[in-house]
């Protein structure tokens, strides 16, 4: 079964720094999606990106993030100056397509980067 | 935007009972209902969805039912086993063909022996 895939899985970086997270999305899919989980709480929107740019961004999605499609494959997401509070686990994803109300689409999850900012 | 409650916080039943978790949701536009397992320190797996045109859904020991007049929808899960325990998320879309999905805040399925 095709998978997202995720590096690095565990990041330290101090607090000011640029964090790069990168993620391989699953090679038919068109949506990417990040999401972003404090330990021991809720999976959270971040952002969505179709067709070479962002579809919709929450409001924890401030400019301090960006999100990047470099090339045919990858797909990043970039926190231009960590804070204490970034600290989290940051899942992609991707679907084939946004419209839920479809028969058997769905959003598949990468295994997560982990990222401590210290 | 959508707002998702889940309950309880933690489930903690014998082996072989039934568990059942409940979550309402906000926006009555929301179509897709999806529930996720999340292993400490894993990725969210999905495990079941519904769509607003359907009632109800059942795979083997899993089923969801969804109430759209009451904007509430549940997970049943039969015949508990020990690799049932987890982390389980519900979740739904904002209507007006919104990309994210809303989470619950998540129940802590424990299964004793």
């Known amino acids: 079964e095709p998978e997202v895939t995720q590096t690095p899985s565990h990041q330290v970086t101090q607090m000011g720094q640029e964090v790069i997270l990168r993620c391989v999305p699953i090679?038919?899919?068109?949506?990417f999606y990040w999401y972003r989980q404090i330990l021991g709480q809720k999976v959270e929107f971040l952002v969505s990106?179709?067709?070479?740019?962002?579809?919709?961004k929450s409001e924890i999605f401030d400019d301090q993030f960006s999100v990047e499609r470099p090339d045919g494959s990858n797909f990043t997401l970039k926190i231009r100056s960590t804070k204490l509070e970034d600290s989290a686990m940051y899942f992609c994803?991707?679907?084939?397509?946004?419209?839920?109300?479809?028969?058997?689409?769905?959003?598949?999850f990468g295994e997560g980067s982990w990222l401590t900012v210290v | 935007g959508e707002n998702v409650e889940q309950h309880p916080s933690t489930l903690s039943v014998q082996e072989g009972d039934s568990a059942v978790i409940k979550c309402t949701y906000s926006?009555?536009?929301?179509?897709?209902f999806p529930w996720y397992k999340q292993e400490l320190g894993k990725r969210p797996q999905l495990i079941i969805d519904?769509?607003?045109?359907?009632g109800e859904k059942k795979d083997q020991r899993i089923a969801v039912t969804l109430n759209k007049t009451a904007k509430h929808f549940s997970l049943h899960i039969t015949e508990t086993q020990p690799e049932d325990s987890a982390v389980y998320f519900c979740?739904?879309?904002?209507?007006?063909?919104?990309?994210?999905?809303?989470f619950g805040k998540g129940t802590h399925l424990i299964i004793q022996p």
């Open positions: 519904i769509r607003s045109n359907v």
């Open positions: 990106f179709y067709n070479n740019e962002i579809s919709e």
């Open positions: 979740a739904a879309n904002g209507g007006g063909g919104a990309d994210g999905l809303t």
């Open positions: 090679s038919n899919h068109l949506y």
């Open positions: 994803a991707s679907s084939r397509r946004p419209d839920w109300g479809a028969s058997g689409n769905t959003i598949y």
């Open positions: 926006d009555s536009a929301s179509n897709y």
